[in-house]
């Protein structure tokens, strides 16, 4: 129990696996806010993706003041809650970057249906009764759509800088990351959280189409990362709905 909800293991404990996660999640950050302070713009980033974000890890390291787990723990608590809030920052209230920001493109209704589909999921498939518990199944499925906000908006836009690109990258392969890790744990530990490794799975397929294109364009040399069946233009003057 403790370990899950933590989140975030001791670094002595962890398997190369994990670590690996954890740095690819942690550069995903730093790519990101390098790419905002370094270009002064925010062209094809969603806030929308962050303030899902700032959600999943306020609500998952909510316990930050009231446990020690160990150093490495709580330093990679505060680097993702600080780093994601001050992303949101940036975005939206700190010129000259928010003057670069398009909300009527960036139009995903991310409280509107993420949110909900994270508490249905979280009654069906959690990780224990404890309120903690609930809390953090909660954080888990939240983080498996995350994404999908920027993934719209990609496909809005068309293609998106290489660097941009290689934000959602790292997402996506810190995830699979802690797939592999969590596979390795049922193999050799018979230790497996259904709630983790199936929200993981959901979430990296919905990595699948993007990285396919992804490394195609980088192997093209392109500066710039194309998606085809770019969203018509006409859908920016209304929010987005499911179908």
């Known amino acids: 129990y403790q370990r899950r909800v933590h989140g975030i293991g001791n670094i002595q404990e962890m398997n190369f696996l994990k670590l690996t996660a954890d740095m690819l999640h942690l550069a995903s950050i730093i790519i990101l806010l390098l790419k905002i302070r370094q270009s002064r713009n925010c062209?094809?980033?969603?806030?929308?993706?962050?303030?899902?974000?700032?959600?999943?890890?306020?609500?998952?390291?909510?316990?930050?003041?009231?446990?020690?787990?160990?150093?490495?723990?709580?330093?990679?608590?505060?680097?993702?809650?600080?780093?994601?809030?001050?992303?949101?920052?940036?975005?939206?209230?700190?010129?000259?970057?928010?003057?670069?920001?398009?909300?009527?493109?960036?139009?995903?209704?991310?409280?509107?249906?993420?949110?909900?589909?994270?508490?249905?999921?979280?009654?069906?498939?959690?990780?224990?009764?404890?309120?903690?518990?609930?809390?953090?199944?909660?954080?888990?499925?939240?983080?498996?759509?995350?994404?999908?906000?920027?993934?719209?908006?990609?496909?809005?836009?068309?293609?998106?800088?290489?660097?941009?690109?290689?934000y959602v990258g790292a997402l996506g392969l810190y995830r699979?990351?802690?797939?592999?890790?969590?596979?390795?744990s049922y193999f050799v530990n018979n230790e497996v959280c259904w709630t983790s490794l199936l929200a993981g799975l959901v979430q990296t397929l919905l990595y699948g189409d993007f990285f396919y294109y992804y490394i195609l364009n980088i192997n093209k040399g392109k500066m710039t990362v194309a998606l085809p069946l770019q969203l018509n233009v006409a859908t920016f003057n209304k929010p987005f709905h499911l179908p």
């Open 43 to 166: 062209i094809g980033i969603s806030a929308k993706t962050q303030e899902i974000y700032v959600i999943v890890f306020c609500l998952r390291y909510m316990d930050l003041f009231m446990y020690f787990v160990s150093t490495y723990n709580t330093l990679m608590k505060i680097a993702f809650i600080g780093g994601t809030i001050y992303t949101v920052y940036l975005i939206k209230y700190a010129k000259p970057y928010n003057t670069t920001y398009d909300p009527i493109k960036d139009s995903f209704e991310h409280y509107k249906y993420l949110l909900p589909l994270a508490a249905i999921l979280t009654l069906i498939i959690h990780s224990g009764t404890e309120v903690f518990e609930w809390i953090w199944s909660f954080s888990i499925w939240l983080e498996a759509f995350a994404i999908m906000p920027q993934l719209y908006l990609i496909r809005v836009l068309g293609e998106i800088e290489n660097i941009t690109s290689n």
């Open 176 to 184: 699979a990351f802690y797939i592999l890790a969590w596979l390795y």
